[in-house]
């Protein structure tokens, strides 16, 4: 099983302000990784997939790149509706496996 | 616009048994994988099965192997997941998800998500 830690758990930024999280594999998953956003009492919202590329809808301001067992997700500039959790999911084998999360607070 | 309505949650006694459905609606089902993800409160998502758009093709995270079966009506566009053998470590919100697919070919990523059922097990 491939294991994603994400780090850091807990990221405390302003609005405007860049955020950059991370997500490293146990073992590589080339680039088959995606990057998933959730708010309170919400299900989670698919943000990048394929490591880099902008699911449908996805504002401009994130960004994902990495590939192998390094893996960062990038927020710009922080609007206020960005702060919530992040998790990263790997689909380079089964079981298909979730980072821990980060969460992203004011 | 895709739809996606878990029902079937509800407070079980260990050792009980469940069926979580999930309704389909807004695109052509049967052309889909679709998985369930779990997420217990306060913590973070489980992957727990997917089923391939024929049905052909089941795969489980180990946990709950031998206990769960996902299955899948094309023709009511409908999505199940029969829980046997229930653990308080199930205890989870359950949620239906719609895998993507992009230049033809199906990605293992959750593009759409329903709100999700409450499974509690506990005496």
Not at chain 2, 29 to 56: C, N, Y
Request: hydrophobic fraction near 35%.
């Amino acid at each position: 099983e491939i294991v994603l830690t994400q780090s850091p758990a807990t990221l405390s930024l302003s609005p405007g302000e860049r955020a950059t999280l991370s997500c490293r594999a146990s073992q590589t998953v080339t680039t088959y990784l995606a990057w998933y956003q959730q708010k309170p009492g919400q299900a989670p919202r698919l943000l990048i997939y394929d490591a880099s590329n902008r699911a449908t809808g996805i504002p401009a301001r994130f960004s994902g790149s990495g590939s192998g067992t390094d893996f960062t997700l990038t927020i710009s500039s922080l609007e206020p509706e960005d702060f919530a959790v992040y998790y990263c999911q790997q689909r380079f084998n089964w079981p298909l496996t979730f980072g821990g999360g980060t969460k992203v607070e004011i | 616009e895709v739809h996606l309505v878990e029902s079937g949650g509800d407070l079980v006694q260990p050792g009980g048994s469940l069926r979580l459905s999930c309704a389909a609606s807004g695109f052509t089902f049967s052309s889909f994988w679709m998985t369930w993800v779990r997420q217990a409160p306060g913590k973070g998502l489980e992957w727990v099965a997917s089923i391939k758009p024929d049905g052909s093709e089941k795969f489980y995270v180990d946990s709950v192997k031998g206990r769960f079966t996902i299955s899948r009506d094309n023709a009511k566009n409908s999505l199940s997941l029969q829980m046997n053998s229930l653990r308080a470590e199930d205890t989870a919100v359950y949620y239906c998800a719609r895998d993507m697919i992009t230049d033809g070919y199906n990605l293992e990523y959750f593009q759409y998500w329903g709100q999700g059922t409450l499974v509690t097990v506990s005496s």
